[in-house]
């Protein structure tokens, strides 16, 4: 009955919106001002929209995490490997490299190679990994 009421009020005097004060959506204390105001402040809206962004943050941290240590990872063994640049896929997986995690493929004439931004590798025969630089985009080091 109540509820029919209030209904009815804001039917006949739409002003009645504007003098009640709305909960915070992060506090939950009244906000003044505007009705379609939903926080009180602008930390409220930020701590919100913070809050609700925090899984998807987190999981790409994570994920850039991985594939930044990843790089680090290639990027190190590039410089150190000898002439050809080859490595056993052992010393990947010594130092925690995450083979799931990749920036993308490039397909060659002997394989997928699978890149962190600019370092990758190829496999080769057995437990052989050849370590790639590929210093920029839409490189044509693949072509013929
Ligand atoms: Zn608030």
Same mark, same amino acid.
Do not use: H, P
């Given at each position: 009955m109540q509820e029919r009421m209030n209904r009815f009020r804001l039917v006949v005097h739409p002003f009645f919106m504007l003098s009640q004060s709305q909960p915070c959506k992060q506090c939950g204390r009244a906000v003044k001002?505007?009705?379609?105001? &939903? !926080?009180?402040?602008d930390g409220c809206r930020n701590q919100y929209h913070n809050q609700r962004n925090s899984c998807q943050n987190n999981y790409m941290r994570q994920v850039n995490h991985l594939l930044q240590k990843n790089r680090r990872i290639l990027a190190s063994l590039f410089l150190g490997?000898?002439?050809?640049k080859t490595i056993a896929q052992q010393q990947l997986t010594d130092q925690g #490299? &995450? !083979?799931? #995690?990749?920036?993308h493929e490039t397909k060659t004439q002997d394989g997928a190679a699978k890149f962190c931004y600019e370092y990758g590798y190829l496999p080769l025969d057995g437990d052989v990994l050849l370590i790639l630089h590929q210093p920029m985009l839409e490189s044509t080091i693949f072509a013929g």
């Open positions: 001002g505007r009705t379609d105001k &939903q !926080f009180c402040n490997a000898s002439r050809n #490299y &995450q !083979f799931r #995690y990749y920036t």
